[in-house]
């Protein structure tokens, strides 16, 4: 059974940094693209930022491009999301899973979410 633990969130300023971690554990981890998404409120889960399994290639939204940096670390079985500079429009619960990078959408192997790290950006 996969499980993925997020954490690293929390309350910033805009204009600040926070770095999120997700442990990844149940499969093999250099198996998978890895993803990060969010979910602010009263909106639908969103694809933030994705990295092959090698870590060699990275793709971002266009909103978070230029700021946001996705990595991995094979041997630790887990993808990070440095964040920098956060905007009050970053706010949401941020979740990492395995993603299709041919939809940029969770991969079709996978079916159930960890629960996620609130990052909540002040103005």
């Known amino acids: 059974q996969v499980q993925l633990v997020e954490s690293g969130g929390g309350l910033v300023q805009a204009g600040g940094s926070l770095r999120l971690s997700c442990a990844f554990s149940g499969r093999t981890f250099s198996d998978y693209a890895m993803g990060w998404f969010r979910q602010a409120p009263g909106k639908e889960r969103e694809y933030v930022a994705a990295v092959t399994w090698s870590g060699v290639n990275q793709r971002y939204a266009d909103s978070v491009k230029g700021r946001f940096t996705i990595s991995r670390d094979n041997a630790r079985n887990t993808v990070y999301l440095q964040m920098s500079p956060v905007e009050p429009e970053d706010t949401a619960v941020y979740y990492c899973?395995?993603?299709?990078?041919?939809?940029?959408?969770?991969?079709?192997?996978?079916?159930?979410w960890g629960q996620g790290t609130q990052v909540t950006v002040s103005s």
């Open positions: 899973n395995a993603i299709s990078l041919a939809t940029m959408a969770l991969h079709p192997d996978f079916s159930s």
